[in-house]
């Protein structure tokens, strides 16, 4: 059985970089599949960050795409986030997930997320 | 970029009732990169539908997807008590993906 779990700071300070890490468990990151990112603001609708495949392949939100970078770990298989210069504005619970890209694209697997407050 | 908008908003029936739900783009979308999600207060999305019409796996069958082009529908055929939730559409195209901005369909 497949399972992501995130896990980073709950809070952090404005101007400064978020990172959150996606730990996947019954599956091995480089065996296929993209790996993405989603958040969703309090009270709010869903937004894509972006995904990755196999390390080298990398898509970003155009509206966030200068703040953000994603990376994977296959030693650890695992893979993670940063967001750099947050704000308010990036208060958010975010989700990681596994992106389905045959028969369809969809992301069938999501961790149970995590909340992110950028608070000084 | 595709901006998907969902209608209505909100979507007040009584259990046993139909759901429609409508998801529009605002360019023509690959059905095979349409999907619907559910969402229930506290928990992540879940996958319902893919490819704008496939269940995904363990989804009941009173939950069907259709649409082409720019016009995609969720259709719920009898509102059962755990169905009450919020719904999203999301696609897929040029490696870039958005989500629509969510159906709640609530008790009434």
């Known amino acids: 059985q497949v399972q992501l779990q995130e896990s980073g700071p709950g809070l952090v300070k404005p101007s400064e970089t978020l990172s959150l890490t996606c730990a996947v468990s019954g599956y091995s990151i480089s065996s296929g599949y993209y790996w993405g990112w989603i958040r969703q603001p309090p009270g709010k609708g869903l937004e894509w960050i972006g995904s990755?495949?196999?390390?080298?392949?990398?898509y970003y939100n155009s509206s966030l795409k200068s703040r953000v970078t994603i990376s994977v770990d296959t030693s650890k298989n695992q893979f993670s986030l940063k967001l750099s210069s947050v704000t308010a504005a990036d208060t958010a619970v975010y989700y990681c997930?596994?992106?389905?890209?045959?028969?369809?694209?969809?992301?069938?697997?999501w961790g149970q997320g995590t909340m992110v407050t950028v608070s000084s | 970029e595709i901006v998907l908008t969902q209608s209505p908003g909100t979507l007040s029936l009584s259990p046993g009732e139909r759901a429609t739900l409508s998801c529009r783009a605002s360019?023509?979308?690959?059905?095979?990169?349409l999907a619907w999600y559910q969402q229930k207060p506290g928990q992540a999305p879940r996958l319902l539908i893919y490819g704008a019409s496939t269940r995904a796996t363990g989804i009941p069958d009173r939950f069907s997807g259709s649409g082409s082009g720019t016009d995609f529908t969720l259709t719920i055929s009898r509102l059962e008590p755990e169905d009450f939730a919020v719904y999203y559409c999301?696609?897929?195209?040029?490696?870039?993906?958005?989500f629509g901005g969510g159906t709640k369909v609530e008790i009434k």
């Open positions: 999301q696609q897929y195209g040029n490696s870039l993906l958005t």
């Open positions: 360019q023509s979308v690959n059905s095979t990169y």
């Open positions: 997930a596994r992106l389905k890209i045959t028969d369809g694209t969809a992301f069938d697997i």
């Open positions: 990755i495949y196999h390390s080298e392949n990398t």
